[in-house]
């Protein structure tokens, strides 16, 4: 069986842009302390699969093949940057509304990924920047980290303040 790191994107990847949308690659900034844990998880050995949430498709801001643009930029940097990219890349184009299985908090991109490459979700991690992103990730029985200004939410498993924290943490913990 495989292990992974499930990554969420916007504020875990890149910067969040508060109340809008990555539209284009000119607005997809990385979060520098996202490198560190992204060469951890290839260093031991971790598949690194993206896993995010993307209704500005739904909601027609954006176009599939815009959003493809902006990953393969992505891919294109973490290459240049680390030597290695994202082994898949799981996007839920659904609008929150419908409730959709594969857009989180359900677990559905990440069941996907863990029925595909073989994955022990017990092995595996999800780190995320929303309360959904834990969700998604324990009911698929990942390990959750959430990252941010949170106070004790009782889905995740580890909670920090800072990608600096989680990097950290997971020297002595990603095995």
């Not at 176009?63 to 680390?82: A, C, G, P, S, W």
């Not at 799981?90 to 994955?119: C, Q, T, W």
């Amino acid at each position: 069986m495989e292990k992974a790191f499930f990554f969420d994107r916007d504020g875990i990847v890149n910067r969040r842009l508060i109340g809008d949308y990555v539209k284009n690659i000119d607005e997809f900034q990385f979060l520098e302390d996202f490198f560190p844990i992204f060469s951890l998880a290839s260093e031991r050995k971790y598949l690194k699969i993206l896993i995010t949430n993307q209704q500005c498709i739904g909601k027609k801001i954006i176009t599939e093949d815009e959003l493809n643009h902006i990953h393969d930029f992505m891919q294109t940097e973490l290459v240049k940057r680390t030597g290695e990219k994202f082994d898949a890349i799981y996007v839920a184009p659904d609008l929150a509304s419908s409730n959709s299985f594969r857009r989180k908090p359900a677990p559905g991109m990440i069941l996907e990924a863990i029925e595909k490459y073989k994955i022990s979700p017990e092995e595996s991690w999800m780190l995320g920047d929303a309360v959904s992103d834990v969700v998604a990730g324990k009911a698929a029985k990942t390990k959750t980290i959430l990252m941010g200004d949170y106070a004790d939410i009782p889905e995740a498993d580890f909670i920090f303040s800072s990608l600096k924290e989680v990097f950290d943490f997971l020297k002595d913990n990603l095995k």
